[in-house]
């Protein structure tokens, strides 16, 4: 013990020696007179409040005053003390230099004979810590609830164990059409709004394992229409509330769906046009390799009938002139056939086909056609019959018409010998043209009739005659141009029967 404390022993009794030991050793301990000036200040005290004892004895505790408590909470405390009663209560205080702390507080008053306060004990520990915690909690809790009702998402808070809802924003109460917060709480259940409510029950274990989930689910508003949603649910540290914030995205996943059939749409119509450029690339390139082979016969007549016609010239040979003259005129005309050919396809492929529609008389069209036929056939002189049924009037391409007609007309004489029959017949009802041809020429193979109307196929029994193999492709090409349909029986050695389907009127 230095003197001073052997002082203060000696003055007070020795349990109150250690009673006071005790007090100031673990708190902040003031005593004032009966009017409130300080009269005794522990270390303690000093080192909170930051001013010396000096300082402090014979002041006022006005002096480490906040200003944060109401007049009336001193007023209430002074009543208190002075009525000779404990007071208990926390305390904000300032200190010297302007910080703030708090201090829980007792004030023992000391009564005299007639009970009445003659000074008063003052007992502190300080809890700023604890205080500011708090108030950094509330802060923390009112700042929450400021961004949970202003939000324009719309948030929920769910019960963990039970999925009732606790709290909502008007945005939440928007979203699933309820009147007011407090209806949607009496009312939300998961039944009514998840369209997979099990799934919803799943979620909860991940949130339980994860802490958050972010999922987009199908939801169904409070009059049953459904909507898709965008959800972050995340759940507390102390696993008891499950907070969702929602997104409507059905605009979005209605255009995201739009957006992916226009691809696919796109797609499909690329890879179209990809496989028609193919096609008119390897038909060039088929027509390239086709040409080269088919055009050297013919070329190499005209320039042999040519160097022959130069001799014949000189001994002025009529008759082998003519004769070498013609055979350069037909190959001329094949290879101009030939070429003509190819040009009809590519126009019918590139839908470059225009044409007049003419009201006309049937049958008289048919009977000029054969005519025209006959003139260009004559060298295999078959046997033509024709036969017409039914109406006459019929409103249709003329030039159309005329091109299958000789096409399918050139095959049957092409593929029969001299002196058969081609039959030709015709019907016309009211909606309806019908035309066959039949011929009783070498047939087509069974084998080979699939591929008939394939570009240069040719079947294997008609490869010694004279052909490309392009003629009925634009057969069909024309004919599906005036929305009608082309079929065909044959047998080989007995004859062919090709017959066509035309509508009467052509439809503009
Ligand atoms: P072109 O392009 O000069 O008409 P092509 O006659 O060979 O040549 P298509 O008219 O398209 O070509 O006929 C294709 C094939 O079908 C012929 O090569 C032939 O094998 C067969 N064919 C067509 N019509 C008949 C027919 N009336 N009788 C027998 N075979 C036929
Ligand atoms: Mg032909």
């Not at 086709?290 to 040979?317: G, M, V, Y």
């Not at 044409?355 to 056609?369: G, H």
Request: glycine share 4%; hydrophobic share 35%; with cysteine.
């Amino acid at each position: 013990m230095n003197p001073k404390e052997k002082a203060d022993f000696k003055a007070l009794s020795n349990d109150n020696y250690y009673y006071k030991t005790a007090l100031d050793a673990g708190n902040i301990v003031a005593i004032t007179d009966e009017k409130g000036t300080i009269q005794y200040v522990n270390d303690n005290f000093c080192k909170i409040s930051k001013y010396t004892k000096e300082e402090l004895i014979g002041q006022n505790h006005r002096i480490i005053n906040s200003g944060y408590h109401p007049h009336t909470f001193f007023i209430n405390l002074w009543q208190t003390i002075g009525r000779g009663i404990i007071w208990k209560g926390e305390i904000k205080n300032r200190a010297k230099d302007g910080t703030i702390y708090w201090v829980d507080t007792t004030i023992v008053p000391f009564l005299n004979e007639k009970k009445k306060p003659y000074k008063y004990l003052a007992i502190r520990s300080d809890i700023t810590e604890r205080k500011l915690g708090i108030e950094a909690l509330k802060k923390s809790e009112e700042r929450y609830r400021d961004i949970f009702s202003n939000a324009l998402v719309p948030i929920l808070t769910m019960d963990a164990t039970t999925s009732k809802v606790t709290e909502v924003n008007n945005p939440g109460v928007a979203l699933f059409g309820y009147e007011s917060k407090d209806d949607l709480i009496k009312n939300f259940d998961l039944k009514t709004h998840y369209v997979h409510p099990i799934e919803f029950k799943k979620n909860i274990l991940i949130i339980f394992e994860n802490g958050e989930l972010r999922k987009t689910q199908h939801m169904k508003k409070k009059d049953g229409s459904l909507f898709w949603c965008s959800t972050f649910i995340k759940l507390n540290a102390e696993k008891t509330t499950i907070q969702i914030i929602l997104l409507d995205v059905t605009s979005q996943i209605a255009f995201q769906e739009e957006l992916e059939t226009q691809v696919t749409q796109r797609t499909l119509e690329l890879s179209d046009s990809l496989t028609r450029e193919k096609e008119l690339n390897d038909m060039k390139s088929e027509f390239v390799g086709f040409a080269s082979h088919e055009f050297r016969t013919p070329l190499a007549t005209i320039l042999s009938s040519a160097s022959i016609l130069k001799k014949h010239t000189e001994d002025s040979n009529q008759e082998n002139i003519s004769k070498h003259l013609n055979r350069i005129t037909s190959s001329v005309n094949h290879l101009t056939a030939i070429l003509n050919d190819f040009l009809t396809l590519e126009k019918l492929r590139k839908g470059f086909v225009d044409f007049e529609i003419n009201e006309f008389n049937f049958s008289d069209f048919m009977k000029e056609t054969i005519n025209e036929f006959e003139e260009l056939a004559k060298i295999n002189k078959q046997i033509i019959s024709y036969s017409h049924s039914g109406e006459l009037n019929v409103s249709q391409s003329v030039k159309i018409l005329k091109n299958i007609l000789l096409n399918l007309l050139s095959n049957a004489s092409k593929y029969s010998e001299n002196g058969k029959k081609i039959i030709i017949s015709t019907s016309i009802n009211e909606t309806t043209i019908t035309i066959n041809i039949q011929d009783h020429g070498i047939g087509i193979p069974l084998k080979d009739q699939k591929k008939l109307f394939t570009e240069f196929y040719r079947a294997s029994n008609a490869r010694n005659i004279q052909g490309t193999g392009l003629g009925l492709v634009i057969v069909k090409n024309y004919v599906t141009l005036i929305e009608g349909s082309i079929s065909f029986t044959s047998e080989v050695n007995k004859g062919t029967e090709f017959t066509l389907s035309i509508p009467r009127y052509h439809s503009e």
